[in-house]
């Protein structure tokens, strides 16, 4: 079974805090994700890499930056919290070919006071 | 430009009830692929079923089934003896080449509530 693994289900933090979401996942996948979930809009892709040190702007990126040093890890950083940041915050990972499905993790509910 | 509608933002029934969640997308791709991803209180979304466009045939596994057809551009999700168990919100998604072959674009997702 695919493992993706984030490191915190529940984070508190200040505004303008430089805040770092970590996600791992442990099959060998090309290609990861960052997305955001708020009640009414879905989830929205903010982030995502097809390669180590490759990333791409989604649809939703500003305010927030991605480093993917190893290819097991893909980290999401909020450079200066701000209060619109508060949300579940969802990593995913899969393996390359248009069929294959994004596997996620458990989810960080982050809030931002 | 690609879309999906899940146009049941919530749905309540009694457990052993037969429930179908809808989904209809919209896309101008020939080839395209189509998900259902499982959300527990918990918060993981969970992977349960995927389709590409050239292959119609519809799909039963356990209580769950799901029928796509191309014609209505749905791909629905139903539930045979619904379960507490199967409280959850549940998304469709949609993954095109034309959009970029690595974006998902996901419904508003339904959340279901089965009562005992």
């Keep these: ?113 | 430009a690609q879309k999906v509608t899940q146009a049941q933002t919530e749905i309540s029934v009694v457990e052993k009830e037969d429930v179908t969640l809808d989904c209809v997308y919209e896309t101008r791709d020939t080839t395209y692929y189509l998900f259902w991803y499982k959300q527990p209180p918990s918060g993981e979304l969970v992977f349960l079923i995927r389709r590409n466009s050239f292959d119609e045939q519809n799909e039963i596994s356990g209580r769950y089934s799901w029928n796509f057809q191309k014609s209505t551009s749905s791909f629905n999700f139903t539930i045979t003896a619904s379960q507490v168990v199967d409280s959850a919100v549940y998304f469709c998604a949609l993954r095109t080449i034309i959009q970029g072959a690595q974006k998902l674009v996901f419904g508003q997702g339904t959340r279901l509530t089965i009562n005992p």
């Design chain 1, 1 to 113: 079974d695919v493992k993706v693994t984030q490191s915190s289900r529940y984070l508190v933090k200040r505004t303008g805090e430089k805040v770092f979401l970590e996600c791992v996942q442990d099959m060998d996948h090309e290609n990861m994700f960052w997305y955001r979930q708020d009640p009414g809009l879905g989830l929205r892709l903010i982030y995502f890499s097809y390669d180590v040190k490759m990333k791409e702007k989604g649809d939703i990126p500003e305010g927030y930056s991605v480093s993917r040093e190893k290819k097991e890890r893909f980290s999401l950083i909020l450079e200066s919290a701000s209060t619109n940041q508060t949300s579940m915050y969802l990593c995913a990972s899969r393996q390359t070919g248009l069929f294959q499905p994004q596997h996620f993790g458990d989810g960080t509910r982050l809030s931002i006071l």
